[in-house]
């Protein structure tokens, strides 16, 4: 693994060569600062054709940022710090994480219970008053 490959988790690291970089001038307030320097940064990784990404957590992280990809790329941008380096490291980051929550494992299943014959007859009371409370509510029989 080299210094610049991005690790998400357990046999998934990302090589440097397929992260794909694009810096712009960033909106929003800065003064002179924000209309000369590129600190914008766009960080692009294709999970549908990468060979580095697994099979398996291919088709999870698909199936999971399926609103976020165009053509199978997913693009995180990160404008948020002065200065392009800080903006860089925010990008990778932020491109781990989702990468991680979009190839976790999914959870157990819930094993479905029954209700105890206590908490039943519980409810059933529950009701029975607030059905008597109810009924003291309406107008007196003559």
Do not use: C, Y
């Amino acid at each position: 693994m080299a210094e610049d490959d991005l690790h998400v988790r357990g046999p998934l690291v990302l090589p440097a060569g397929e992260l794909h970089w694009r810096f712009s001038r960033a909106s929003g307030p800065g003064g002179q600062g924000v209309n000369t320097t590129d600190s914008r940064v766009e960080l692009s990784f294709d999970v549908a054709r990468s060979p580095s990404v697994p099979e398996s957590l291919r088709e999870r992280a698909l199936a999971r940022l399926g609103g976020r990809l165009v053509d199978g790329v997913l693009t995180i941008t990160a404008s948020e710090f002065r200065s392009q380096l800080r903006n860089r490291d925010a990008a990778r980051e932020r491109l781990a994480e989702t990468l991680r929550g979009a190839t976790a494992p999914d959870p157990p299943k819930r094993r479905p219970t029954r209700p105890t014959k206590g908490s039943t007859r519980r409810r059933l009371d529950a009701k029975t008053r607030r059905g008597q409370i109810k009924r003291l509510r309406g107008r007196p029989d003559d």
